[in-house]
């Protein structure tokens, strides 16, 4: 059974710092991509950044370029995402996903979810 394991949530103030992490088990996770998504409380889920496989590649939603940054290990089957500088806005439950070798930043066309992750930055 595919599972994706998260865990790094939590409060922070706006301006700090946070790091999420998802663990991946049951699939060859050196031949995945994988994306972090997030959703607001009414809002559609959002993409938030991708990486390839190696040779990794990244893509980054305009509202988080330059703050966040994805990688992967692949030894621990994990991906990251560091979230610096942290706004109000990226308020949200954050989930790790994982699809087939390439990069894509539709959430319908990811195979594999995560339990999903509260961040919440104050003002």
């Not at 088990?25 to 959703?39: D, V």
């Not at 993409?47 to 190696?54: G, H, K, L, P, Y």
Request: glycine share 10%.
């Amino acid at each position: 059974q595919v599972q994706l394991v998260q865990s790094g949530g939590g409060l922070v103030q706006a301006g700090g710092s946070l790091t999420l992490s998802c663990e991946a088990s049951g699939l060859p996770f050196s031949g995945y991509a994988m994306g972090w998504f997030r959703q607001a409380p009414g809002k559609e889920r959002e993409f938030v950044a991708a990486i390839s496989r190696a040779p990794a590649s990244t893509a980054y939603a305009v509202s988080v370029e330059g703050r966040f940054t994805i990688s992967r290990d692949n030894a621990k089957n994990t991906v990251y995402l560091r979230m610096n500088s942290l706004k109000p806005e990226d308020t949200a439950v954050y989930y790790c996903a994982a699809r087939p070798t390439t990069i894509m930043m539709g959430a319908a066309l990811y195979d594999h979810w995560g339990q999903g992750t509260q961040v919440t930055v104050s003002s």
